[in-house]
Every structure is written in C-alpha cells, then in structure tokens.
C-alpha cells in the first residue's frame, strides 16, 4: 500500500486496515512456519505497511495535537 493512499483513508478505515494487516501479518506467519509461504517478502511487506499507517496515524495526533508530552522517559522521571 503506498503512502499517498493511506493518506486519503479516514481514521476509522486506517484502524480498520490495520487490523486487517496486523491479521494477514499473523497468517503470513503462520504459513512461514508451516513451510508454505509462497513469497517470503510478504512477511516484510506486511511490517512496512503496518508502519506506514501506525505513522500516519501518530502524525494526524500530532497535527490535532492529542498528544500529550509524558515528563517520563523510559520509565523513569525527568
């Protein structure tokens, strides 16, 4: 999936196909394991479109600034 397509997708369709990623992802997988993945480079492609939209959707937080600056890191205060 190319980025300027998840772009034009609205938040509830990126959830939506990232749900159906992260499943083929796990069915990719499994077929891996069993030895019948037909073309090994789906695993890969999977986890980039995975990220692709995990980005897309932390940029529109970002851009509608729902994120909040945690005074944390890595557990431990600042």
Avoid: Y
């Avoid at 990719?28 to 986890?47: F, G, M, S, W, Y």
């Amino acid at each position: 999936m190319k980025i300027d397509e998840i772009r034009e997708l609205t938040d509830e369709e990126l959830a939506a196909e990232l749900l159906r990623l992260r499943r083929h992802l796990f069915d990719v997988r499994a077929q891996a394991v069993t030895e019948k993945l037909e073309d090994p480079t789906l695993i890969t492609k999977a986890k980039r479109d995975i990220a692709r939209i995990l980005t897309e959707q932390k940029q529109r937080q970002i851009a509608a600034g729902k994120v909040l600056r945690d005074s944390t890191v890595h557990g431990r205060s600042v």
